[in-house]
């Protein structure tokens, strides 16, 4: 029996078309990380590491699985509404678009909710909706119009889950568009966003996975502000 090297079909499987992104069409997914991230990876567009594409595929595995529990006939309270949207705002001379990859429509007791399924490595340290992923949330609800949210955990390794209903607030709404609008605006005119994630320990986390992290310290160095 010949051997297969699984591990690298599944890197050729996953692996993307590394294509520089262009500047003036922005994604949801991101803007509720650290800007000079998204920044630098319009300005310096490095290669996805196979790594992280296995752990996004996880996340697709995972939500294909959500949609089916919520299709399920065995499920009758809950109808499934749509499970993928194609997503397109414009705003000033940009556009906001991207296939939304995480989030369902549902009915529940004769109300359409926007579920938005994230995967976790260990459920027990969630404890309420993370910030970043409720401002990708709030953006949903604002351009799609539909006003009741859901963030819906589920942990890779034993499915167990956690569910966390979301208010639509404009407001905030109105702020995510205007950091579209600033991450626009640095990229057309070259000036690099504040190191935001290192202004803050509830968001350092961004900068262990952070793949500009050397260009970013070298940018700026620590100091008082930014740890
Ligand atoms: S290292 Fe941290 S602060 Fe710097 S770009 Fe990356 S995520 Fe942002």
Redesign the pocket.
């Known amino acids: 029996m010949s051997m297969i090297d699984f591990n690298k079909m599944i890197d050729n499987h996953l692996k993307r078309e590394n294509y520089p992104k262009g500047v003036g069409r922005y994604y949801p997914s991101e803007i509720g990380m650290?800007l000079?991230?998204v920044y630098?990876s319009y300005m310096h567009p490095q290669e996805i590491q196979p790594e992280l594409l296995k752990i996004f595929e996880v996340g697709n595995i995972l939500h294909d699985f959500v949609v089916e529990v919520l299709r399920s006939e065995k499920n009758p309270d809950v109808e499934l509404l749509k499970s993928e949207f194609p997503f397109k705002h414009e705003v000033d001379d940009f556009v906001i678009s991207g296939r939304i990859d995480n989030l369902i429509l549902v009915k529940i007791s004769g109300k359409n909710v926007l579920v938005e399924v994230k995967s976790t490595g260990n459920i027990d340290f969630i404890e309420e909706a993370a910030p970043h992923n409720v401002v990708q949330l709030q953006l949903y609800m604002h351009v799609l119009g539909i006003h009741d949210g859901i963030l819906l955990y589920l942990d890779k390794r034993n499915l167990k889950s956690k569910v966390f209903p979301i208010a639509y607030d404009e407001e905030k709404a109105k702020q995510i568009l205007e950091r579209f609008r600033a991450l626009h605006k640095s990229i057309k005119e070259g000036g690099t966003p504040e190191?935001?994630?290192?202004g803050d320990r509830k968001t350092l986390w961004?900068?262990r996975l952070?793949e500009?992290?050397e260009r970013?310290y070298e940018e700026t160095p620590r100091s008082r502000e930014w740890m």
């Open positions: 650290c000079r991230k630098y190191p935001e994630a290192r961004m900068c952070c500009y992290r970013c």
